[in-house]
């Protein structure tokens, strides 16, 4: 199987503050790659990096990501602009905050839908509620007619990912979607996604600092520390001999909280 | 430390008015109110740097002088509103409950009136005099204090040191001064250079209209009240007053800045 | 969005009843009697005024009760008569209104037609070039005493350039004009008067577009819009400006009393007869009743003025306009 997405030496920094410091990882079709590490790590900036969405104090130094054959960081503004959304899609950590205050949220995931898409607003209009119906959200049409901050979090992820999968991308990159979610919320949406995927067929990206949760998803996982990937494995491997000190370090975390 | 730009030269400049002011009488070449009836209307000159007024009056001298009361009136007016907005907001935040909400109200309604009509309303009445000036402009500038303090006591007041403080006895009146006050200074300082560029401003345009500080008596906005039947004769008199004014406000303004970045 | 409204309407009770108080409160400030029957300090009312005066004000009467008449006259808007030529106070202000009014409109719009651009532009790149030259100019807008440009204007456009009219609403020979040319002298006569006062709210609302923009510009929800492959023009000028455009309304709402203020200032220099130099004149001539009602007046339309804005802000801002459920 050939690789969707290839990441090869990577390197960002904030000044002259390195973030992101010569990483390298592929994933393949349809395949769950976890990226864990503590918060600090350069987790999120890498997942911004990757379609260069990144704040603008920061600085893509060197580094190449060829997703489907095309060096995305070579392109210009336009081209990945169009490459975002359709074919790379991102959910985020707090989903009340990443969708905007002020329309609702009908009107924006029919944007991300007309964006991509051409269609009619009737027609996009459908295909958001089929959306919504999709990440099984039950009133669809009241929802709909909401405003972000009218929804619960664990609803406002549901529709955040509705929004992203509009256009049935290729990868899917989230980013901590559920550390801001309760427990039993949090389990919800990760079932969500894992039955999404399953249906739609796209590969994952998925960031976390929670090894518990890679456990469950996981075909693969790089553990990052300190802007650099120190150790990438597959799934019964990293738990049976894990290799470096983080690595033990957030099993050791992982442990402690199972015992609780 | 950083280097400031804002504030070292913000500083000069109003050091600079400020020597000019006290030592009026060393710096300025003639008497400010000398009629010199042969020099009417003299463009600047190597005998009057800055010409002279429709009465032969030097204008460096009477601008030398007006620096006195323009500085004296906007850092005494803001001296009382300091005062009074700390004092009020201190009661405000440390307090709470019915007084709270009472000072708090009466901020609401004062803020209702455009400063100006209020002004020109008092003096109306009380004639216009450089006390009553800078009494009035005191009286109506302490509202921002007043929240500014209150909403920093607010945030303090369930701090731990101040429960400690509180645990071992202390008076009210030692808490606030003693630890709930100083944190509470630096914004109110910002606020308070701040305050005595408009209060400045607001004074050179009450004597501008001629309800402010009243001739003979030179300030910057009395001045230029012959500013206006000179336009086109005489431009020395419309220039010099309100750069002067200018240039102090954007000092005060400039030391604000600075210590807004000092405190952080 | 009910609660809120009748919680903010409920709130000016209140503030009516306190600026009434302070009006009144300013009219008792002479020391000793009320200042309106004050001889000393008004030689210009004669004896049969003051009697009038005393009768008007009830002021053989208690306090409270003279508080309480003078109000029930407010709420017919009877303002009494002015001083100086017997008018009542009422037309006379009344005659005055719609060029203030025309002359603060212009200058908002002008000011927000201008500040809102500036700021965005300014947000996009800060400490740009750009950005550096209008931060420059917003701190020199706040420092230059706006009488003081209105002067040099004068001169420049006015007498050096002989381009614009310095004084008046309308040129001399008005009355020969035909219609479009006497709407071409009045704006011709506006044009300083509003591009001068203007510089104190440009000033203002540029700082403050800057901000909020380059505050909106950061949130989570731009990051989000940037990955769903918006272009950057929609995520700046719509998902971006919509968010930073929701507080002006409020800014909008608190610039009313500087405008206001601004118009007794400008109105004197240029000569134009609106609230502003009818108030100043009112002071000039110690015509109270005129004073008073000009102040409870434009306190009251301040208030106002902060309500609708409050309740234009619930309007735009969804988080209000629909509370949590």
């Known amino acids: 199987m050939g690789h969707l997405i290839e990441v090869n030496d990577l390197r960002v920094s904030f000044g002259a503050t390195p973030a992101v410091d010569g990483i390298s990882f592929q994933i393949r079709e349809n395949e769950v790659l976890v990226l864990a590490g503590e918060s600090g790590s350069g987790k999120t900036v890498t997942a911004l990096a990757l379609t260069r969405i990144l704040p603008a104090s920061a600085r893509i130094v060197s580094g190449s990501v060829t997703f489907r054959g095309q060096d995305l960081l070579a392109l210009k503004e336009e081209g990945l602009a169009q490459t975002r959304g359709r074919d790379i899609a991102y959910i985020f950590q707090e989903p009340a905050s990443f969708l905007n205050p002020v329309f609702t949220i009908g009107s924006q995931i029919m944007e991300a839908i007309i964006l991509h898409q051409a269609r009619t607003k009737q027609d996009a209009r459908k295909e958001a509620l089929a959306l919504l119906g999709l990440v099984q959200i039950k009133e669809p049409e009241r929802v709909f007619a909401s405003y972000p901050h009218q929804l619960s979090g664990g609803m406002n992820q549901r529709v955040f990912t509705a929004m992203s999968l509009a256009c049935r991308p290729k990868l899917l990159i989230a980013d901590e979607p559920t550390t801001a979610l309760d427990v039993t919320v949090e389990s919800q949406i990760v079932k969500l996604l894992m039955d999404l995927k399953k249906t739609l067929g796209f590969s994952m990206l998925f960031i976390t600092h929670n090894l518990a949760l890679a456990k469950k998803i996981a075909d693969r996982v790089c553990v990052m520390y300190r802007g650099k990937i120190v150790e990438e494995a597959g799934m019964p491997a990293l738990f049976a001999r894990p290799q470096h000190f983080h690595t033990k370090e957030l099993i050791a975390a992982y442990e402690k909280i199972g015992k609780l | 430390m950083k280097k400031n730009n804002a504030l070292a030269i913000g500083i000069t400049i109003i050091a600079f008015f400020g020597l000019v002011a006290i030592f009026a009488g060393m710096c300025a070449p003639y008497e400010p109110s000398a009629i010199d009836q042969n020099n009417l209307l003299m463009p600047p000159s190597l005998h009057h740097p800055l010409g002279t007024d429709s009465l032969g009056r030097d204008l460096l001298s009477r601008m030398i002088y007006g620096a006195r009361i323009s500085l004296a009136v906007g850092i005494i007016a803001v001296g009382i509103a300091t005062l009074l907005g700390v004092f009020l907001g201190c009661v405000a935040g440390f307090y709470g409950g019915m007084i709270d909400a009472f000072i708090m109200r009466l901020v609401d309604i004062i803020l209702c009136f455009p400063t100006l009509f209020l002004i020109l309303a008092v003096v109306a009445i009380l004639e216009p005099s450089i006390f009553n000036i800078m009494v009035i402009i005191g009286l109506t500038g302490w509202m921002g204090t007043a929240r500014l303090v209150r909403s920093e006591i607010l945030s303090l007041k369930e701090r731990e040191f101040v429960q400690a403080a509180r645990a071992i006895g202390a008076s009210n009146a030692r808490i606030i001064l003693r630890h709930l006050l100083p944190h509470a200074m630096g914004p109110v300082l910002v606020s308070a250079t701040l305050g005595i560029g408009s209060a400045i401003l607001l004074e050179s345009g009450l004597s501008f209209l001629g309800l402010g500080v009243q001739p003979p008596v030179p300030s910057w906005g009395n001045i230029l009240i012959e500013a206006k039947s000179t336009l086109g004769i005489a431009w020395w008199i419309t220039v010099f007053p309100g750069l002067a004014i200018l240039v102090t406000i954007l000092g005060f303004n400039l030391i604000s800045e600075g210590l807004k970045k000092e405190i952080g | ?325």
């Open chain 3, 1 to 325: 969005m009910l609660t809120y409204l009748s919680r903010r309407l409920l709130a000016i009770l209140p503030l009516l009843f306190g600026i009434t108080l302070i009006s009144f409160f300013v009219i008792h400030l002479a020391p000793g009697r009320p200042a309106v029957v004050d001889q000393t300090l008004n030689p210009k009312i004669s004896l049969e005024v003051k009697e009038r005066l005393v009768k008007l004000y009830g002021l053989d009467k208690p306090l409270h009760i003279q508080y309480l008449n003078w109000l029930a006259r407010l709420a017919r808007f009877d303002f009494g008569r002015s001083f100086t030529d017997d008018r009542l106070v009422r037309d006379k202000i009344i005659e005055r209104v719609p060029l203030t009014l025309a002359i603060n409109i212009l200058s908002l719009v002008f000011i927000f037609a201008l500040a809102i651009p500036i700021g965005v532009r300014s947000s996009l790149r800060p400490s740009g070039v750009f950005d550096k030259g209008m931060t420059f100019l917003v701190f020199f807008g706040f420092a230059v005493p706006t009488f003081w440009l209105a002067l040099l204007c004068m001169n420049l456009f006015g007498i050096q350039l002989g381009w614009l009219p310095i004084s008046g609403i309308k040129s001399l020979d008005f009355e020969y004009f035909g219609f479009w040319q006497r709407c071409l002298d009045v704006c011709r006569h506006l044009v300083l008067p509003v591009a001068v006062s203007s510089i104190g709210g440009l000033a203002a609302i540029t700082r403050y577009m800057r901000s909020s923009m380059g505050e909106a510009l950061q949130q989570p929800y731009i990051y989000a819009a940037r990955a769903k492959g918006l272009p950057r023009r929609q995520v700046v000028y719509k998902h971006a400006l919509r968010n930073a455009l929701l507080p002006i309304v409020t800014i909008l709402g608190l610039s009313i009393p500087g405008l206001l203020g601004g118009s007794v200032i400008f109105e004197t220099i240029f000569s134009l007869p609106g609230v502003g130099r009818l108030f100043y004149e009112a002071v000039m001539m110690r015509d109270y009743n005129l004073i008073m009602a000009e102040v409870v007046l434009v306190a009251v339309l301040t208030m106002l003025g902060n309500l609708i804005a409050d309740i234009a802000y619930a309007y735009v801002d969804p988080r209000i306009r629909y509370e949590k459920t």
